[in-house]
């Protein structure tokens, strides 16, 4: 069954200290791996989305990265401002007879001044 | 300037009732979804059409029915709501179905 699981389910961590989310997915075929970030009442708005060949993608503060031989991509905030409070969600791509969008659950991440 | 907007933002109604939401984009892109947002947060595509044709219908009851009048538009009609329909329902479009997609703010769907 094509996944995405994403961990931790939520984090709390205080402003100015770094995090990183992760991601694993079974989606196979694949095509490409995107992070959104959705704030509270929000529709999700994109971070990054990477092909098979990428290994890393940076915007801003988030950088995520992509091993696709074990099937992970994490996303790393630098930095943490308040407004980083939100749940990021992990979206796979699957290719061929598979060409769908597979969520995953999100994490929700809580900044702390 | 929204570039995926929606409508009503709230949407309360008795079950049994049919009701329609609007969604309309102005990126120019070719291709809208439609996504179902349950309690628990996880997003499940429903519809999504390219340059007006259906391209993707989940397993999606048929009291659902999408409907693309043009690029720019994607209406979603409920008939008979049940209880299991109240979630947050959310637009989406994008150019291509490989390029990353541009949200709406979402319909907050509650059945009383």
């Known amino acids: 069954k094509n996944q995405v699981e994403q961990s931790p389910q939520s984090l709390i961590i205080l402003e100015g200290k770094n995090c990183t989310l992760q991601?694993?997915?079974?989606?196979?075929?694949?095509?490409?791996l995107r992070w959104y970030k959705q704030d509270t009442g929000r529709g999700p708005v994109s971070l990054t989305i990477?092909?098979?060949?990428?290994n890393t993608k940076s915007n801003g503060r988030y950088t995520a990265t992509l091993d696709a031989d074990t099937k992970q991509s994490s996303l790393h905030i630098t930095a943490s401002q308040l407004s980083d409070s939100a749940s990021y969600i992990c979206?796979?791509?699957?290719?061929?007879?598979?060409?769908?969008?597979?969520f995953g659950a999100g994490t929700r991440l809580a900044v702390h001044p | 300037d929204t570039a995926v907007s929606q409508t009503p933002k709230y949407l309360v109604t008795q079950m049994g009732n049919d009701k329609s939401i609007k969604c309309e984009q102005n990126?120019?892109?070719?291709?809208m979804y439609w996504y179902k947002q349950d309690s628990k947060k996880f997003l499940k595509i429903m519809f999504s059409?390219?340059?007006?044709?259906?391209?993707i219908n989940e397993t999606v009851p048929n009291r659902f029915s999408p409907k693309s009048p043009d690029k720019a538009h994607l209406n979603l009609h409920i008939n008979s709501l049940e209880l299991g329909d109240s979630a947050v329902y959310f637009c989406?479009?994008?150019?291509?179905?490989?390029?990353?997609?541009?949200f709406g703010d979402g319909t907050r769907l509650s059945i009383l």
């Open positions: 990477m092909t098979f060949s990428e």
């Open positions: 989406a479009s994008s150019q291509g179905s490989h390029q990353p997609q541009h």
């Open positions: 990126l120019g892109h070719d291709t």
């Open positions: 059409y390219n340059n007006k044709e259906l391209i």
């Open positions: 991601c694993n997915y079974t989606v196979s075929p694949f095509s490409n």
């Open positions: 979206v796979v791509r699957g290719s061929g007879g598979y060409n769908k969008l597979i």
